[in-house]
């Protein structure tokens, strides 16, 4: 995979930096750094911060052609990953209020609730009912970021808890990868579903028309994922993913039924009716709800990283709706060559 | 079952589904194997699935059905 375009003057700055030796920080891009706090509104939505945070977490997923492995675990790059993260967290948490009165015992049935109820309902009404096949197309490409790459942001977590709390996550993430068997794995029926479309599920290629609401659905994964005081927030985003989700993918694949698409086209979509119907139970009560007890002092983190996920879901589902509304793509329009 | 087995764990979610690990085999009324599809399953025990026996998520849509009220 080849590195982004930039979208703005960090990922400029860091774009070029990374495509030479692993080094310190250039001035430049340690002034646009600085700057950032005051400088975006709202990084879940800043192009120019999403880009440069998806850049630095595919260096520990996939990596790109041409940038130095040793990348991944320099201190310049960490450093300057953590200063965009800074800015991150706080607009995460802007968004996010843990209701005073929830306590640790009421977690699971709190996340049933809230995850389950806040699926965008007309959205998903719209996708069953009347998005073209263009528009369908379009949805499968934005989300090709963080399907492609399905479960493995929550094994991170894996290492980072003990007990019942692991047993219930690593129980999911084996449905996950397919009960490994090589082609049943979750981001492998995803693949089939591009390539059923005439898409390209190649990691990364449609990168350039893919707006930061979507790229946030991905990073708030790898930023929970890869940070240990993060692991209750990793847990309540997997349950936000999961709760619901037989439903969001029951609207999919009839939608994608009605445009004409193969069985195999909304294998992916079905398969997830069934399997997060199992998810869902296990990641609220069994992986949560054990998670809070063993871990007290850590409950509210599940709750937030639940609600955080919530929060960026709506606006992506903002991000596709109101282009669409106006008659537009809500893809981003590529540069000419 | 060999008594070194341990026994089919089955376990009742309020509200959900009914949790089926194990070594167990399903079938339905007329003796016929129903394929799991995976190893830990969700039985329906609210009798809204469209995917019987399996849960689908559409106990939710009953939940909310009855806070709307
Ligand atoms: S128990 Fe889930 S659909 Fe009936
Ligand atoms: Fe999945």
Same mark, same amino acid.
């Given at each position: ?23 310190? /920080? ?21 192009? +120019? ?9 595919? $260096? ?6 041409? /940038? ?11 450093? /300057? ?10 607009? $995460? ?52 970021? +963080?399907? $492609? ?13 003990? &007990? ?58 790898? =930023? ?7 692991? &209750?927030?990793?847990? &309540? ?30 294998? =992916? ?21 054990? =998670? ?7 409950? +509210? ?29 809500? $893809? ?6 | ?7 089919? @764990? ?5 509200? !959900?589904?009914?949790?089926? %690990? !194990? ?7 007329? %003796? ?5 599809? %995976? @190893? ?16 689908? !998520?559409?106990?939710?849509?009953? !939940?909310?059905? %009855?806070?709307?009220?």
């Amino acid at each position: 995979m080849r590195l982004p375009g930039p979208r703005g003057p960090i990922s400029t700055a860091l774009f070029a930096w990374l495509s030479g030796e692993p080094g310190p /920080v250039p001035s430049p891009l340690t002034d646009l750094l600085d700057a950032l706090p005051q400088a975006t509104a709202d990084a879940r939505s800043d192009e +120019d911060v999403q880009i440069s945070l998806w850049v630095c977490y595919g $260096l520990t997923y996939e990596g790109f052609d041409g /940038v130095d492995e040793r990348w991944e675990w320099q201190p310049t790059l960490l450093a /300057v990953r953590g200063a965009l993260e800074a800015v991150f967290e706080r607009d $995460l948490l802007a968004e996010v209020q843990v209701p005073a009165d929830l306590t640790p015992d009421k977690v699971p049935a709190f996340l049933m609730e809230r995850c389950g109820a806040t699926s965008p309902a007309a959205f998903l009404k719209f996708m069953q009912q009347e998005a073209t096949i263009e528009q369908f197309k379009e949805l499968v490409i934005t989300r090709s970021i +963080d399907a $492609l790459h399905e479960g493995d942001a929550h094994t991170w977590g894996i290492p980072r808890v003990n &007990g019942r709390a692991k047993a219930a996550l690593i129980e999911i993430q084996a449905d996950e990868y397919g009960g490994g068997m090589p082609g049943r794995l979750h981001a492998e029926l995803y693949a089939i579903l591009m390539s059923e479309l005439d898409l390209d599920p190649e990691y990364g290629v449609y990168i350039e028309q893919i707006p930061a609401a979507a790229l946030v659905l991905h990073n708030l994964r790898s =930023f929970f994922g890869l940070h240990r005081r993060w692991r &209750g927030g990793i847990l &309540g985003n997997l349950a936000a993913t999961e709760i619901g989700s037989s439903l969001i993918n029951r609207h999919f694949s009839e939608g994608l039924a009605r445009l004409g698409g193969s069985k195999k086209s909304r294998w =992916f979509y079905d398969e997830h009716i069934l399997a997060d119907a199992v998810h869902e139970q296990l990641a609220a009560h069994d992986m949560c709800g054990a =998670f809070v007890a063993d871990y007290p002092a850590e409950w +509210d983190r599940v709750v937030i990283g639940a609600l955080a996920t919530l929060s960026v879901r709506a606006l992506f589902a903002r991000s596709v709706v109101d282009p669409w509304a106006a008659g537009a793509t809500s $893809l981003r329009e590529l540069a000419p060559v | 079952m060999s008594d070194d087995q341990p026994p089919v @764990e089955i376990t009742v979610y309020e509200n !959900g589904p009914v949790i089926v %690990r !194990g070594t167990y085999k399903l079938q339905n009324s007329e %003796r016929n194997d129903i394929d799991p599809g %995976r @190893e830990t399953i969700a039985l329906c025990r609210c009798g809204l699935s469209a995917l019987k026996p399996f849960c689908d !998520g559409n106990h939710a849509l009953r !939940g909310a059905a %009855r806070s709307a009220l």
